[in-house]
């Protein structure tokens, strides 16, 4: 796993108990169906991509928070030193998803055009806010497309293609 590109399911917000347990804010749609297969994951630094493989114990549910067991970890002093950390599977291990929806790592480099064929630029990434802003790319400069229906008209993964109308303007800001 360490060079394979990560998608992050969790984050370790601390140690729960005395047997070790820690306390993970789930970052999947569908926490449950995720968590209960998972029986390894990397435990990852993205800042510094450090990575370590652990494996998962067991894994239970309090409402929306997991709590999650590591093989090796028995004591809140050893869980500590995972605080702050993602949770994170392979790419391939992503849950699929619904005809229609997609990841946003699956449309890194993806051409954006207008309706009219405009070239715009390439998908580069989402920054996450209030609402989610795509990151589009000419070679020159960067523009934010807010990734909402009315300016989003078309998204092709199999054809790494996205259409946009953008309101007037927002290709100058």
């Known amino acids: 796993?360490?060079?394979?590109?990560?998608?992050?399911?969790?984050?370790?917000?601390?140690?729960?108990?005395?047997?070790?347990?820690?306390?993970?804010?789930?970052?999947?749609?569908?926490?449950?169906?995720?968590?209960?297969?998972?029986?390894?994951?990397?435990?990852?630094?993205?800042?510094?991509?450090?990575?370590?493989?652990?494996?998962?114990?067991?894994?239970?549910?309090?409402g929306t928070t997991a709590f999650v067991r590591m093989e090796g970890v028995d004591s809140p002093e050893a869980a500590r030193r995972f605080q702050?950390?993602?949770?994170?599977?392979?790419?391939?291990?992503?849950?699929?998803?619904?005809?229609?929806?997609?990841?946003?790592?699956?449309l890194e480099g993806a051409s954006v055009e207008t309706r009219d064929g405009r070239p715009v630029g390439r998908f580069v990434r989402v920054e996450s806010g209030?609402?989610?802003?795509?990151?589009?790319?000419?070679?020159?400069r960067q523009r934010l497309i807010p990734a909402v229906a009315s300016i989003v008209v078309e998204v092709s993964v199999a054809d790494r293609r996205i259409v946009i109308d953008p309101p007037e303007g927002l290709l100058e800001l």
């Open 1 to 62: 796993m360490a060079e394979a590109p990560l998608v992050a399911v969790g984050e370790v917000l601390r140690p729960y108990g005395l047997r070790g347990e820690l306390k993970v804010r789930p970052l999947t749609d569908r926490p449950l169906e995720r968590f209960e297969r998972l029986e390894r994951c990397v435990l990852w630094e993205p800042d510094r991509d450090r990575r370590e493989e652990c494996r998962i114990v067991s894994c239970r549910f309090d």
């Open 84 to 106: 702050g950390l993602l949770l994170a599977v392979r790419r391939d291990e992503a849950l699929p998803l619904d005809e229609g929806h997609f990841y946003p790592w699956q």
């Open 130 to 140: 209030a609402q989610d802003l795509w990151v589009v790319e000419d070679g020159e």
